[in-house]
């Protein structure tokens, strides 16, 4: 085995990402100026962000624990918290904290379901609130 693929991937995952975030903060950078952008709407907005992805990752982890009261078969709580709509951030995460506690954890597929329901309900939630507001 030469390696090449798992130096693809490693690249896939660090270098080439930290390009395209810095090539797209550049490019937005260049077309907004600090007294558009930097008002204390857009910095309620951000800390409001922060706040729900905290909320929404414990939330996720309770409810987790929750249903392992009332069901019959377990599950990992950690799975739980894959419930953001951080796509693949949020599943990779639970990965490496489940390992973490026990190296025969593989949980990022089983974390990718309630990440990719997180994607679908925050574009219910936009749709819903576009519909009510919108009008």
Known sequence: ESGVTDRLANSAKTVLIDVV????????GAKTTAD???????IKIFIL????????????VLF???MNLVSKNKINPLVGAAG??????????V????????KSNFLVMHAMAPNVAGV???AVAA?????????
Not at 84 to 93: F, I, L, T, Y
Not at 95 to 102: A, K, R, S
Not at 127 to 135: D, N, T, Y
């Open 95 to 102: 990965q490496v904290v489940g390992q973490q506690y026990d």
């Open 21 to 28: 975030t810095v090539l797209i903060g550049t490019t937005v």
């Open 49 to 60: 962000g922060a706040a729900s992805f905290c909320v929404a990752t414990a939330a996720g």
């Open 120 to 122: 679908v309900g925050s």
């Open 84 to 93: 953001v709509s951080a796509v693949p951030a949020a599943a990779r995460v």
């Open 64 to 66: 987790a624990k929750i």
């Open 127 to 135: 749709g819903v609130l576009l519909g009510i507001l919108g009008s």
């Open 36 to 42: 558009v952008f930097l008002t204390p709407a857009t």
